[in-house]
């Protein structure tokens, strides 16, 4: 059996009350240094606890009563969170409480093929999980988790429960008290990290054995430890005119055969690059003519070397941001994406005659890549059609007054998105507006005929990447 086999799984579960939870909670760990000593021997992998600093500052928000409260919606399954199952197989018992109306999402599995809405987890988040992945690999199954489990109590009042969960002999699971979130989100990344035992190099690069599997992509242990302390960056970045742009910084390595290549997706081997530049600076920028798609990225190769160093983050399809609710009673939430248009476009050829000029139309399939889309979150139940006076208007930069959009869309004329799989959502797209995706692209949903019935919050989607 496989979990015969791991010696440390871990479940992350962040909760904070936002009132009072009327169940019994387990053991409470309060501050950093019980936290440290649960995960000391032996250590996990230093991406669980980049994910669980990104969760408690950059997810939550303090409002006015004191409470916490969530900045998206889990429903939606942003930055890779889906539905995680209350059911443990080392344990063969449910570790969180339960009640009636709980949901569970789960944030651990990073691999992008499995979850394709982590690759808008921010890139130092990112670097721990997709540098490590370079050298060694492990099964989903046996990654480290974070939970965020939602629920209401029977006043109404919502809850989101935080607790950590280990299946060491003996498992055993502790509550996160909302005190020792309040002091992660104090801390800075480094301090953080620093704080509960990856205080250098070495230790983020001594990776224990056990859960993982090394691969023949070995990296020197020197070689890692100079790529984490320089804290380098490769990333696919957008043109003025919607291309691909290869930028890099902080290279610890450069010159005598060092280059970069660009990449459509992770599926690519490392010759398959769609471009490649040689590297003879530690920073610098490369812009190619390749427009702009999801999944595009930069890896880093030294030496003589046909692997890849370091795969950089792979572009999300909405530059890192996630759906953004209309804030209007049909709660619908828009995005602006990057794709491609495939819709038949309708040509015209002339034949000459004798006595007249004859139109044949035909249509023909034009697919045209890196386009600026809209995304369009309904919940189930409702039709498209029931909004058929909503519009989404699309402008060049946010600076843009109203009435300066160059162009909009009905919903009525949005498609099913057929990549969607939400519980409570459906997903519609629409690629058929004139825009390349270029930076400062801002889309605005308005409810009804009119300019002036414009519901979206006071920052509307726009691309950023």
Not at 300 to 326: H, M
Not at 356 to 385: D, F, H, M, W
């Amino acid at each position: 059996m496989l979990f015969n086999t791991i010696t440390w799984i871990g479940f992350v579960v962040l909760s904070v009350f936002i009132r009072q939870a009327t169940t019994e909670t387990p053991p409470t760990i309060s501050n950093i240094d019980e936290l440290k000593t649960i995960t000391e021997s032996p250590k996990p992998p230093a991406y669980v606890f980049a994910l669980l600093w990104w969760t408690c500052a950059e997810t939550l928000d303090v409002d006015n009563h004191g409470d916490i409260v969530l900045k998206f919606n889990l429903e939606l399954q942003p930055f890779g969170f889906h539905y995680w199952s209350n059911w443990n197989k080392a344990c063969k018992c449910n570790p969180l409480p339960e009640s009636e109306n709980t949901k569970n999402y789960a944030l651990g599995n990073l691999n992008t093929n499995d979850y394709p809405s982590s690759r808008s987890l921010p890139s130092y988040v990112r670097f721990y999980h997709d540098y490590l992945s370079s050298f060694v690999s492990w099964d989903p199954e046996s990654a480290d988790w974070i939970v965020i489990s939602t629920s209401t109590d029977p006043n109404g009042a919502n809850m989101v429960n935080l607790y950590f969960v280990t299946s060491q002999n003996p498992f055993h699971i502790e509550h996160i008290s909302p005190q020792l979130i309040q002091s992660i989100r104090s801390l800075s990344f480094y301090t953080f990290l620093a704080t509960v035992g990856y205080e250098t190099s070495l230790s983020i690069c001594t990776v224990q054995t056990g859960n993982f599997r090394q691969t023949t992509a070995l990296t020197r242990p020197h070689d890692c430890e100079a790529v984490v302390e320089s804290r380098m960056l490769v990333q696919v970045k957008t043109s003025c005119m919607g291309s691909a742009v290869m930028r890099w910084e902080n290279l610890p390595w450069w010159g005598n055969n060092t280059w970069i290549g660009l990449y459509s997706d992770s599926s690519q081997k490392d010759m398959d690059y769609l471009e490649f530049v040689p590297v003879t600076s530690p920073i610098g920028e490369y812009y190619t003519d390749h427009p702009m798609q999801a999944g595009m990225h930069v890896r880093y190769f030294t030496g003589n070397k046909i692997n890849a160093l370091l795969r950089g983050q792979e572009l999300s399809d909405s530059c890192d941001a996630p759906p953004i609710s209309t804030r209007n009673p049909d709660d619908v939430y828009i995005q602006l994406v990057v794709g491609q248009d495939t819709r038949e476009k309708s040509s015209t050829k002339r034949k000459e005659g004798k006595e007249k000029k004859t139109k044949l139309n035909q249509e023909v399939s034009v697919v045209k890549e890196g386009k600026a889309c809209a995304k369009i979150y309904i919940p189930k139940g409702r039709r498209i059609a029931e909004l058929y006076d909503a519009f989404v208007g699309y402008y060049a930069s946010p600076e843009d007054d109203l009435r300066q959009l160059y162009e909009f869309q009905s919903l009525a004329k949005f498609e099913r998105a057929p990549e969607a799989d939400l519980t409570n959502y459906d997903v519609y797209k629409d690629c058929a507006f004139v825009g390349q995706i270029a930076p400062h692209r801002q889309i605005r949903y308005f409810r009804a005929r009119s300019l002036e019935d414009h519901l979206n919050e006071d920052d509307p989607p726009a691309w950023n990447c």
